[in-house]
């Protein structure tokens, strides 16, 4: 129930988003976080969920630090294809997955990562790019922290910490487009 | 079938890693001087990667196909002593003035960031587990866009950013659905293992870089630098190959046939199409071309356990080899023919296996899906009209036998020349085995 909320909220959060992208990367890993506290009783492995917490919060504080000082415009086209998507994928998982799985989380975080997707190939600004891919890999993060899979958490930390030194990289070298 | 399985493995390894050698040493740098000495380190790095390879548990996430058996690490020995013999052979045989030649920094470069390159790939490679191939594939590109970075700008590192950003995304994409393909209740998800299935197989085709280069409108290889992105395109496509080969072999993967094979002929297609752009490099034509052919055989794969997969593989690299030859030919003077060397290490393959599982192959795909054999055929031949028609018939150059070519030549044939010899008897035992369950070829 909560962990259906929350995810929701999160949703929201990656369609709507705000047009300071170091203000929304910390609010996204912040509802990540409530997510996986929601989640945490039926999670396999709690030490799992633990780390994908703190590695969350980490890309979050890390993400606001390098973003700072970027901005991009979301227009409402980005705005109706990420719902269109939404709808698309929630509907269609929820009608391919079986009762026994939790049909409405995995639709939610897979639309979750299919819009961080179009909205970082579509993305027009660095800051915008980059925070197409973080909500992906916070989306991912829940998947992995309440599934509890050892070597899906290594590969997530390698993921997130490669990411980090990537968009490190290009806004210091492609900042200022 | 335990035979087919061991053949298999045996062609996967053969296949995979003297390619890699061969090809990173040769390419990497200008001159040949360089490019033998390049070869020498490649080799040295080769022969420590396969015996931490040896050393390495094999845990796939869903399932142990390329289980490490007594055959598998035996494999990788022979591999690692192969590289071994190659490497003195070179030291003794090589004239000294090949290993002291001046360098500028820009070749330097190159070299470091090649030898990463192969490093990464051979480890993709080598480590038996999807979440941990998937790691090195995301970190091949990291370091692709690092080399962008370092050698060019302005364009091209948006390219390199581009490039790595797909390639995480579609990683990410693979992770979840294999959570979703490990999560199957056999009884009563109908429709959950085809639509996993699909994801992964298609995220993972998608990393190898079939749509990101085929679509106009990303045009990425386009803006990469040349080199790196005929290399990158070509090593990344190992591990996902790799990758791609395993997931054939799990217990919930449903491969969706048409839809891969449908893949396959808009690839070959878009082959054809441009074969005369010359901004596209040829290396990164073939390795769509690899993929293309690993996808047909992975879904061939799951009829007769996996030795097809291998056998396809080799027949993209066989008749690939001679064209790419060609096709370099023409451009020699602004790419001083690399990419012809490049070919020519490819070739260097086990010929007796390569011309039996090419005639094996058709035969099969002829007699289970003839409208799609007979697509591939077509899609060959007017490929061949259309080099026919721009005249690049030439297959060696006169200076075919000087020294140096002559060295490379020796290499590949020490080290080829011991699989044929080995295989010979699984590949008669496979035979027969085929003509007892599928009614002969």
């Not at chain 1, 009762?99 to 975080?109: A, D, F, Q």
């Not at chain 1, 660095?126 to 197409?132: F, H």
């Not at chain 2, 020995?77 to 003035?97: C, D, E, N, Q, Y």
């Not at chain 2, 064209?323 to 070739?347: D, F, H, I, P, T």
């Amino acid at each position: 129930m909560w962990l259906s909320l929350f995810i929701s909220i999160l949703l929201l959060a990656t369609i709507g988003g705000m047009s300071h992208p170091s203000a929304q990367s910390f609010t996204h890993s912040i509802l990540t976080i409530f997510c996986l506290l929601a989640g945490k009783e039926n999670a396999l492995d709690s030490q799992i969920t633990v780390g994908c917490m703190i590695l969350s919060f980490a890309s979050g504080v890390v993400l606001s630090i390098i973003l700072r000082r970027q901005s991009f415009p979301r227009s409402f086209k980005e705005l109706f294809s990420g719902l269109f998507f939404v709808i698309l994928m929630v509907s269609l998982i929820v009608y391919i997955l079986p009762p026994s799985l939790p049909r409405l989380e995995y639709g939610i975080v897979l639309s979750i990562i299919l819009i961080g997707m179009v909205y970082s190939v579509l993305g027009k600004t660095v800051g915008g790019q980059i925070m197409g891919v973080a909500c992906a890999l916070n989306a991912l993060s829940l998947v992995v922290g309440l599934n509890g899979q050892g070597m899906a958490f290594i590969a997530l930390v390698s993921f997130y910490s490669v990411f980090l030194f990537m968009s490190y990289v290009v806004v210091s070298r492609l900042g200022r487009f | 079938m335990e035979t087919i399985n061991d053949l298999a493995k045996l062609l996967y390894w053969g296949c995979v890693i003297w390619p890699l050698a061969g090809m990173a040493g040769i390419f990497a740098c200008e001159g040949q001087a360089a490019r033998a000495k390049c070869h020498f380190v490649i080799s040295i790095i080769l022969i420590v990667i396969t015996a931490a390879s040896a050393c390495l548990a094999d845990d796939f996430f869903l399932s142990t196909v390329w289980s490490s058996d007594g055959l598998t690490r035996f494999l990788r020995l022979i591999i690692a002593i192969g590289a071994g013999i190659s490497t003195v052979l070179l030291t003794f045989w090589a004239p000294r003035s090949l290993f002291f030649a001046k360098e500028d920094k820009r070749s330097l470069w190159n070299l470091l960031l090649f030898h990463l390159l192969i490093t990464v790939s051979m480890l993709a490679v080598g480590v038996n587990n999807l979440f941990i191939a998937l790691l090195f594939i995301v970190v091949l590109a990291a370091l692709l866009m690092l080399g962008c970075m370092m050698m060019q700008g302005g364009s091209s590192i948006k390219a390199g950013w581009g490039y790595f950003r797909l390639v995480l995304l579609f990683a990410m994409m693979a992770v979840v659905s294999a959570f979703l393909l490990a999560s199957v209740p056999i009884d009563n998800a109908p429709y959950l293992a085809q639509f996993s299935s699909v994801l992964l197989s298609v995220s993972l085709v998608l990393i190898a870089g079939l749509f990101p280069m085929s679509m106009f409108s990303l045009g990425l290889t386009i803006e990469l630098p040349l080199t790196l992105g005929g290399i990158g395109s070509f090593i990344l496509s190992v591990p996902t190959i790799a990758t791609v080969l395993r997931l054939y072999q799990l217990p919930n993967y449903q491969p969706s046939a048409y839809l891969l094979i449908i893949l396959v002929i808009i690839s070959l297609c878009f082959v054809i199409m441009n074969e005369q752009n010359r901004q596209r490099s040829s290396l990164c034509l073939s390795s769509i071309f690899l993929v293309a052919m690993s996808i047909l055989g992975g879904i061939f794969a799951n009829h007769v356990e996996g030795v097809f997969s291998a056998c396809l593989f080799m027949m993209a690299l066989v008749v690939f080899a001679p064209l790419g030859y060609m096709m370099s030919q023409k451009q020699r003077n602004n790419q001083e023919a690399c990419e012809g060397w490049v070919m020519l290490a490819l070739s260097g393959l086990p010929p007796m296996g390569i011309f039996w599982a090419c005639s094996v192959l058709f035969a099969y795909l002829m007699q289970t899906l003839p409208v799609a054999g007979i697509l591939i055929i077509g899609l060959f031949l007017i490929r061949g009209y259309i080099l026919f028609q721009k005249g690049r018939t030439i297959f060696f150059s006169p200076d075919m036998f000087n020294k140096e070519i002559q060295l490379i030549l020796g290499i590949i044939i020490t080290q080829t020349i011991i699989i044929p010899f080995v295989t010979s008897s699984w590949l008669y035992q496979i035979s027969l085995e085929f003509i007892k369950h599928h009614g002969g070829s």
